[in-house]
């Protein structure tokens, strides 16, 4: 496919076929670009493969209209990945040249990724608000935000809001509707969250919004009244924070439940106050330590009438756990994801950081901690 340049020179592919980046190039930074150009006639043919992860997939690209450039439709290579390049064109004396070359890109030695909350496939209640943390401090806020997608059917708007450099919360103005369907799209493999630290994940995650229930806890009146869809479901004795260490008031989501779990005060700075190996019925409400929980050994005189806890929501249990008592009904009827508000106590509001309690903070507000206002 050789010719002759304009003072009887063979040329090569190489001179009618200009490819960059260089053929056999090593780690390629991913803001290089890659291209494929003739200085004189028309390409007829391009394509790019990227090989990744043991998989090959085709890169699309452009063609300029006069034949003579192609460009990638995504100018930003991927990482740690080997491109194959094949071009075939002709010169302005109709001569076909073509050429091959390969390159690969960097391998970054720092990777970042993130947690879901909620797991893949699960059912949740209204409550629950779409949490991801990562592993590593996040300094590009917006780059990665905009790598992540969250949608619902019904439609809904979902709005991003971030806590500090390594969580980032997703949720409505209001719960979701029971029976919505929402995707997480999380595209941040390769994105830089902070500089040298590149995303690893190609990821989506899907779940559905069960009924409604949303549970009021007045602190004043030892009660706990439990409605699903609207409607009253049970009133339910209980006993609150002691007047020393009050439960948080504000909303909170249960995030976790126990048939049975192990509370040590020291994991929470309360010292050596309490260690109760097999706590029945237990369903986290906040990461610093609020549990709504079964509870055998406080006087059954006490749930109605007296706040004794170290800041938890007690519920009358038996020993190893009982679905006939107060709590083993209400857990019974709980999901991840329903809502338990506290009102009347003497401690202020919970943080919309501390577990999913982002529902206390208003919706504006909440709209201002996206890092792409």
Same mark, same amino acid.
């Given at each position: 496919? !050789? ?14 076929? +200009? ?21 004189? &006639? ?7 493969? #990227? ?5 090959? +997939? ?24 080997? =491109? ?13 040249? /073509? ?15 993130? *947690? ?38 019904? /439609? ?8 500090? @450099? ?7 103005? $209001? *719960? ?21 630290? =590149?995303?690893?994940? *190609? ?15 007045? /602190?004043?009146? $030892?009660?706990?009244?439990? @409605? ?12 609150? &924070? ?5 439960? =948080?008031?504000? #909303?909170?989501? %249960? ?8 509370? !040590?005060?020291?994991?929470? &700075?309360?010292?050596?106050? *309490? ?19 079964? !509870? ?10 007296? !706040? %004794?806890? $170290? ?7 038996? #020993? ?18 329903? %809502?338990?508000? %506290? ?31």
């Amino acid at each position: 496919m !050789n010719g002759l340049g304009t003072l009887g020179k063979p040329q090569s592919p190489k001179d009618v076929i +200009q490819i960059s980046p260089d053929d056999r190039s090593k780690g390629v930074r991913p803001d290089e670009t890659l291209s494929v150009r003739v200085s004189s &006639g028309r390409l007829e043919s391009v394509r790019v493969v #990227k090989s990744q992860d043991a998989q090959e +997939q085709p890169v699309p690209g452009r063609l300029s209209a006069d034949g003579r450039r192609w460009e990638p439709a995504d100018t930003r290579l991927a990482l740690a990945a080997e =491109y194959t390049v094949d071009a075939v064109a002709r010169d302005d004396q109709g001569r076909r040249f /073509a050429r091959h070359t390969t390159f690969t890109t960097y391998v970054p030695e720092e990777r970042f990724i993130a *947690y879901v909350t909620p797991e893949h496939r699960s059912v949740v209640g209204t409550g629950m608000i779409v949490s991801l943390g990562f592993n590593r401090e996040i300094t590009d806020r917006a780059a990665v935000e905009r790598a992540v997608r969250v949608t619902a059917k019904p /439609a809904v708007e979902i709005r991003p809001h971030w806590f500090g @450099r390594d969580r980032l919360d997703f949720r409505p103005e $209001h *719960y979701w509707k029971p029976g919505t369907e929402v995707t997480v799209d999380l595209r941040l493999r390769d994105v830089e969250g902070a500089p040298g630290v =590149y995303g690893l994940q *190609y990821k989506t995650v899907t779940f559905t919004v069960g009924r409604s229930q949303v549970s009021l806890v007045d /602190a004043e009146k $030892h009660t706990m009244e439990v @409605r699903r869809d609207g409607e009253l479901l049970g009133t339910v004795p209980i006993t609150a &924070g002691a007047p020393k260490t009050p439960t =948080y008031n504000g #909303k909170m989501v %249960v995030t976790d439940m126990y048939e049975v779990t192990r509370m !040590n005060g020291s994991t929470v &700075g309360f010292g050596g106050e *309490y260690d109760i190996p097999d706590v029945p019925h237990a369903m986290r409400l906040t990461e610093s330590g609020t549990f709504l929980h079964g !509870n055998y050994w406080a006087a059954a005189r006490t749930f109605g009438d007296t !706040n %004794v806890s $170290h800041g938890c929501i007690g519920l009358r249990d038996e #020993k190893g756990g009982s679905s006939e008592t107060p709590a083993g009904w209400f857990f019974d009827r709980t999901l991840v994801g329903d %809502v338990v508000e %506290v009102v009347n106590s003497k401690d202020k509001k919970v943080a919309p950081d501390n577990g999913l309690g982002g529902w206390n903070m208003g919706w504006n507000a909440w709209k201002a901690g996206s890092a792409l206002m």
